[in-house]
């Protein structure tokens, strides 16, 4: 075994000139965005035409907000086209692309602190941006040395308590996919590789460079916090529009449903943080917020992003979150084996793949592998099926609610004021479905726990 040190992030030269928030009041601040470019080309920059647009629709951002920026420029210098970093010590670590400085054209994504303080307060958002910095100045860059493939994230350009800054995967023909709910592999088997290969990556540095790892986990802060009672008492109110939809519609097992809500209900928050909190068998990096909002597509081929929620805890922490906020539910019970089995294969041969060319001892390569059977993420995915749950019935909403209920939302301060029955009266036949259905898979998880 060898040990492996990688280089510590250092701000970059010249970081005041870019000190300043670059969003306000809907505004770009033009010397900023000059200077963050200045520092990532390596160049005196001048921007003209600076256009800004939000880049996701309503409701899609619990955290921070979503815009793009368009511009002209000019700068005096050519960019180098690509930097490297290669992994000092480690004669089989490959040359790890950190930046490629030319895909940054005419725009950027920019994620912002919103103005609103009480929302910056109730959703960590500082927090949130400093783990999605961590993620992308030290995290990833670490975990990819390991992967059996570059691990598929945005150019990340710049960051500070108040922005993140990455490239416009748009200029790359990458788009959303229909984020209602999943109905077909060609929607799963890349988001399915690319956190295989995330948690392969995590599974195979620990056992390689522990020190190191253990020392990248702690600087991890989970977002949100256990004691955010506000959060709390949002999510447990899905639970009352939920009860009341399986009182009216009179379902088989109805009432039996109902009692383990209400069970739930008051400690379900509580209950999520213990299950992601565990010791298990098996701990990785976990993006921490994997669902279809997050994941850009080309065609098939898929792109992560949004690493605010990273979290170190049990693989299930992300297939749970996938499987349950997005999948039809149909899909998600015909094709459960599959789906656990494809993530499965992936996963060991993505461990198998770094481990052989680091011409690791067969019998490392099977003690790595031998815990990481079916019947463990089978049982992995069951204990933690109530996070899945939860953030589906939080989420779920957007997925098919009007602006003018957005409206009615936020003039009530937020769905937690709105009357179950207002909630019922703007459900959708189909959302109703979908959240009866859900209940049901989620009851048979949750039994077998």
Known sequence: MFTCKFPTYRPRPNMAAASTQLIKNKQVDRSTLEGILGMFWNAEVTVSDVQLEPAT?????????????????????????????????????RKYTTIRRDGIRKSIFVKSRPEDEEHNALMHTDIAFKNEILAYEKVLMALDVYSNGPLRVPTYVYGNPTTVILEDMAN???????RKYVISWNQVWSPIREMAKLHAASIVMKKLNKPYFEEMIKQ????????????????????????????????????????????????????????????APVMVVNHGNFWINNLLYRNDLSMLLDWQHIVYSSPATDLCFFLYVNFATAFLTNQREALLS??????????????????????????????????????????????????????????????????????????????VEQRLENMTSEQKDRVIQLTKVFMNEYREN
Not at 68 to 84: A, D
């Open 172 to 178: 790359k023909y990458f788009e959303c996919m229909n």
């Open 220 to 279: 991890i802060t989970q977002v949100p916090l256990s004691e955010t009672i506000k959060l709390a008492e949002k999510q447990a109110s899905t639970i009352d529009t939920t009860i009341e939809l399986l009182r009216v519609r009179n379902e088989p097992n109805a009432q039996e449903y109902i009692e383990t809500l209400k069970e739930l209900k008051e400690k379900a928050w509580n209950k999520q943080r213990e299950i992601i909190n565990k010791e």
């Open 342 to 419: 494809y993530y499965l294969m992936h996963l060991h041969q993505s461990i198998y793949d770094v481990c052989t060319e680091r011409q690791m001892n067969i019998s490392d390569i099977d003690g790595l592998l031998e815990p990481l059977t079916y019947e463990w993420i089978d049982s992995e995915l069951k204990r933690c099926s109530l996070c899945g749950y939860m953030m589906a019935q939080w989420i779920n909403p957007i997925f098919y609610w009007s602006e003018a209920v957005f409206d009615m939302m936020e003039k009530v301060g937020g769905m937690e004021n709105m009357s």
């Open 57 to 93: 629709s309503r409701g899609n951002n619990f955290i921070s907000d979503a815009w793009r920026i368009k511009f002209e420029h000019t700068k005096k210098r050519r960019p180098q086209t690509v930097c490297t970093v290669r992994v000092e010590g480690d004669a089989y670590a």
